[in-house]
């Protein structure tokens, strides 16, 4: 790992814990043990930190698990849905860097710019992938949206709903729509 990456990661495990206003180079260099220099050396100072910080979490928190999935053999559908699900339980990025991002986004251009950008790809590719399932275009993005706001809903709850019920939910939504697709044949 890099050490410009373990900025980064370790700037979203401390966005998960303190909220953007912890987000601090006097916190990150005490964490990972290094000297402003080393920040400097990487980042033009805490804008383009963060800068460089979202933009990583629209890598990390959205196409990399695009990309995992479509390395898959196998058509659009149920089964990359499946697989998408899959990986997000899997993923190691704290649970509360979504809601702290949200929070964030609710205050900054920026972080809003981002995350708009990470919501659609998302919705865009489950979507595409719903889509795959079922001919009702509208019963498709009916599902894409509860699928996606499941996710965002779930930090929000008190207390936040643990990723792998959602995950039992985006399942029990992914086998609905292939139960409907079934009836249409």
């Known amino acids: 790992m890099t050490a410009r990456r373990r900025w980064l990661d370790e700037g979203l495990e401390l966005l998960a ?5 912890g987000l601090t180079i006097d916190a990150l260099c005490a ?11 990487h980042f033009k100072g805490m804008a383009g930190f963060k800068t460089a910080l979202l933009e990583h979490y629209e890598e990390r928190g959205a196409q990399v698990f695009i990309d995992l999935v479509e390395s898959l053999p196998m058509a ?17 990025t704290p649970d509360e860097v979504e809601t702290q991002l949200r929070a964030w986004a609710s205050k900054d251009a920026e972080a809003r710019e981002h995350l708009e950008r990470i919501d659609r790809k998302r919705t865009e590719y489950v979507r595409r992938q719903c889509r795959a399932v079922v001919e009702d275009a509208d019963l498709a ?7 996606y706001l ?19 939910l985006w399942n029990r939504l992914i086998a609905y729509l292939e139960s409907e697709a079934g009836r249409a044949r």
């Open 17 to 21: 814990e303190s909220g953007p206003g």
């Open 141 to 147: 993005d009916d599902v894409t949206q509860l699928i």
């Open 76 to 92: 659009d559908g149920a089964e990359k849905l499946k697989r998408l699900v899959e990986a997000a339980v899997t993923d190691e």
């Open 31 to 41: 964490r990972l043990g290094l000297s402003k220099g080393s920040f400097y050396h």
């Open 150 to 168: 499941v996710l965002v809903g779930a930090g929000y709850a008190v207390p936040p709903l643990p990723v792998r019920e959602q995950a039992r």
